[in-house]
């Protein structure tokens, strides 16, 4: 992966790992205040250095999926925080980013980059904008049609259970699949509007406006001040939005339970989410290989609050592997909701099909958005989600 130099420490990372707890990313972008980060740090140390009187309490009854169903459905249990990435969206056909073969980067050879994530990257992208976009063009769905995880994730705010859902997407496949603005922190941005880069400028586009440019080959340029026009999507180098560090604060003290779907957990800011939460909330994770697990070296020296499905302290946190949308089907059956859950997905999948039937069109063309929602989706081109930084660059982005 991309080295990445000093210089662009600040800003999202990727490979970080998820020991990292990024303090710097919150304080620079605005929305963390130093008192909270004081007290991250500090129950940090009790946890992991057994200073205070801190001991975790066991609140599932046994570390598998029927542990966490019966915590689902107990009183205890009355607000999830879903974090998600890329692996809940391959079903829809949407590639993600590091699966060996079939992920993204592992397949940017024709666009002679430097390193496959420079594609994403904004100094990158300011002086080259051509991949981007080609690869944008390539990537733009003909449909726009959620998976069952995306809409396991509805079922769990139809139920009332659903605090909030951090995503590193940019598909806008949970807006369509019923998530409203509110129930969403898109982490990693939006390609559903897009902005003029020149600073003194900054002139907005609709997705329209930006699709009809991908599809023609142009690259986007401002008609006002000629300027590159980029969409909203947070690059690495870039700052995550606001809305991401704000709702950190306070959704992570209320917490219950924390559903990790579909991420490899290697970028920063957002992966440090699995860290924020309180001792004794439970961490399920759904994806298909295990990730965000300890580093070995910070666990020697005491200091991880990564994952740990496996060790004899293990407390709170249990991996499911396998498919997502298995993963959320074998849940749900667990919690009596699978039949709704497979009505919510038929019906759904059926006004989305009538609809891209009335629009007439199938494959990719530059037509029409997608589905159902409200918010048209957006394509994805790679979905970055995050526009954060690289494992070693940080994150803020932005400062
Ligand atoms: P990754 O591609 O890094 O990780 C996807 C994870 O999902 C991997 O662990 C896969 O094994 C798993 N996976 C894939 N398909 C799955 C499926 N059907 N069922 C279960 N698991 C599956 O994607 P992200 O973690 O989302 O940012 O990547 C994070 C960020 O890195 C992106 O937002 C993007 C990228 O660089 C930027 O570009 C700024
Ligand atoms: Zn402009």
């Known amino acids: 992966m991309a080295e990445r130099d000093a210089a662009g420490a600040g800003e999202i990372e990727a490979e970080r790992g998820s020991d990292s707890p990024d303090s710097d990313s919150d304080s620079e972008n605005g929305g963390a205040s130093g008192e909270s980060e004081m007290d991250f740090l500090r129950h940090l140390l009790s946890r992991t250095l057994g200073l205070g009187s801190e001991k975790p309490e066991k609140v599932l009854d046994e570390l598998t999926l029927d542990g966490v169903s019966r915590f689902m459905q107990s009183e205890k249990c009355r607000n999830v925080v879903c974090i998600v990435g890329a692996g809940i969206s391959t079903s829809a056909g949407i590639?993600?980013?590091r699966s060996p073969g079939t992920g993204l980067y592992a397949n940017l050879q024709s666009y002679n980059l430097p390193y496959p994530e420079a594609?994403?990257?904004?100094?990158?992208?300011?002086?080259?904008?051509?991949?981007?976009?080609?690869?944008?063009?390539?990537?733009?769905?003909?449909?726009?049609?959620?998976?069952?995880?995306?809409?396991?994730?509805?079922?769990?705010?139809e139920k009332g259970l659903l605090l909030r859902c951090y995503t590193q997407n940019i598909d806008t496949l949970e807006r369509v699949a019923g998530l409203d603005q509110e129930d969403l922190v898109e982490a990693h941005g939006t390609f559903?509007?897009?902005?003029?880069?020149?600073?003194?400028?900054?002139?907005?586009?609709?997705?329209?406006?930006?699709?009809?440019?991908?599809?023609?080959?142009?690259?986007?340029?401002?008609?006002?001040?000629q300027s590159l026009v980029k969409p909203d999507i947070v690059f690495f180098g870039e700052s995550l939005p606001p809305r991401f560090f704000t709702l950190m604060q306070s959704d992570f003290q209320k917490v219950d339970l924390l559903l990790i779907m579909g991420t490899s957990l290697q970028v920063q800011p957002f992966a440090s989410l699995v860290s924020r939460v309180p001792t004794n909330t439970p961490r399920l994770l759904i994806n298909k290989e295990k990730t965000g697990q300890s580093d070995p070296f910070m666990s020697l020296m005491g200091l991880s609050t990564g994952m740990d499905?496996?060790?004899?302290?293990?407390?709170?946190d249990v991996a499911?592997?396998?498919?997502?949308?298995?993963?959320?089907?074998?849940?749900?059956?667990?919690?009596?909701?699978?039949?709704?859950?497979?009505?919510?997905?038929?019906?759904?999948?059926?006004?989305?099909?009538?609809?891209?039937?009335?629009?007439?069109?199938?494959?990719?063309?530059?037509?029409?958005?997608?589905?159902?929602?409200?918010?048209?989706?957006?394509?994805?081109?790679?979905?970055?989600?995050?526009?954060?930084?690289k494992e070693s660059d940080a994150g803020s982005k932005a400062e």
């Open 95 to 97: 590639p993600d980013f």
């Open 119 to 157: 594609i994403f990257e904004i100094n990158y992208f300011k002086q080259h904008p051509e991949p981007f976009f080609a690869l944008a063009r390539e990537l733009y769905p003909g449909q726009f049609k959620p998976t069952v995880c995306h809409y396991f994730i509805r079922l769990l705010k």
């Open 309 to 316: 499905f496996d060790s004899e302290k293990a407390y709170r």
């Open 192 to 225: 559903f509007t897009s902005h003029c880069l020149g600073s003194s400028c900054k002139k907005q586009y609709t997705l329209d406006w930006m699709k009809e440019k991908i599809f023609s080959t142009v690259t986007p340029k401002c008609d006002k001040c």
């Open 320 to 389: 499911w592997l396998g498919e997502c949308d298995e993963g959320c089907t074998a849940l749900a059956e667990l919690l009596g909701w699978k039949n709704e859950l497979e009505e919510l997905v038929k019906k759904e999948h059926s006004a989305i099909d009538a609809k891209s039937g009335q629009a007439g069109e199938a494959g990719r063309s530059p037509s029409p958005p997608p589905a159902g929602a409200t918010a048209s989706p957006s394509p994805p081109p790679a979905k970055p989600g995050s526009s954060p930084q």
